[in-house]
């Protein structure tokens, strides 16, 4: 069955959740215009990233006012959605999240962002399971930014059984990092290489915009299991929509010919990791 999958580069209004939920709607209805049966936002799309002193002010609660507004959203569209938000819990901790939303307006996914980057470990609990979800299109992975640079966990949720991952995303840079290399075409390879190395679709939705002095870096995309690239978007506000079947036979050809992961060799890299540990104690 195929699908139309639409990723979202958001240029999220710090701080102001009415006013993103607003364009979300604005967007999702644009991309069902064009046929698409998931739209995808960004990481803490509902609020933008570096919101700092506001950040418990923030945060909701899964389900919650904002799940609530995208629920009828993705009711009036027929489509799902996908977005980060930062996730209050009765404990009072504080997780950055991502929701899935079904074309009935139910939360059916529901994801803790498990490798936390840098400062993020001050201020939100780290995530502890993995988010496999099936849908009418097959099974699909929901994935956070930094996710995506962790190959081991990725590859796992392949072996759960996902043949899309979703990954919301807001890769920045600052005039330093830029001078090393790293830039929008990096991560949007970043992203085509999980989909090449482990035969399966990858869509990849990233911010666009400057806060605080960081800027986002875009490249949003979907790619596909031979980590080409099927819809791309490079700078600036905007949507870019792919159509694509999990279970298209073309795809079952290619995995003949690309069989990395049945070529895994598990006994090496366990007998390789043991003597690591040998060596280290």
């Keep these: 069955m195929s699908l139309k999958i639409a990723v ?13 939920l607003d364009k979300m709607a604005r967007f999702t ?28 002010e923030l945060a909701e609660t899964i ?17 799902y959605i996908m977005t980060g938000m930062i996730e209050k819990t009765d404990g009072d901790r504080l997780f950055n999240a991502a929701v899935l939303i079904s074309p009935q307006g139910e939360v059916i996914g529901h994801y803790r962002k498990c490798h936390l980057f840098s400062a993020e470990k001050e201020f939100f609990a780290t995530g502890d399971q993995a988010e496999v979800i099936d849908t009418e299109f097959g099974r699909v992975a929901l994935t956070v930014c930094y996710d995506l640079v962790f190959p081991e966990y990725i ?13 919301s995303t807001d890769w920045i840079t600052n005039p330093w990092q830029t001078s090393k290399g790293w830039g929008g075409e990096v991560v949007s390879h970043l992203a ?20 605080e002095g960081w800027k986002s870096l875009g490249h949003s995309c979907v790619c596909a299991p031979s980590g080409g690239f099927l819809a791309r978007i490079e700078e600036g506000e905007g949507m ?24 895994r060799r598990m006994d090496l890299y366990e007998k390789i990791e043991q003597e690591a540990l040998e060596a280290a104690s």
């Excluded at 979202?8 to 993103?20: K, M, T």
């Excluded at 209805?29 to 418990?56: C, H, R, S």
């Excluded at 870019?240 to 690309?258: C, G, H, K, M, S």
């Design 8 to 20: 979202v580069q958001l240029d999220c209004v710090l701080g102001d959740v009415n006013a993103n």
């Design 29 to 56: 209805a644009a991309g069902a215009a064009q046929g698409a049966n998931i739209v995808i936002f960004p990481e803490l799309g509902t609020t933008g990233y570096f919101v700092g002193d506001k950040l418990n």
């Design 63 to 79: 389900p919650g006012s904002s799940t609530d507004r995208l629920g009828e959203v993705a009711r009036a569209n027929g489509a």
């Design 155 to 167: 590859r796992s949720l392949v072996l759960k059984g996902a043949r899309l991952i979703l990954n």
């Design 192 to 211: 085509a290489t999980r989909a090449l190395e482990n035969t399966i679709h990858v869509a990849m939705a990233d911010r666009a915009g400057v806060e």
């Design 240 to 263: 870019a929509v792919a159509e694509v079947n999990l279970d298209d036979p073309e795809w079952d050809t290619w995995r003949t010919i690309a069989t990395y992961l049945p070529d």
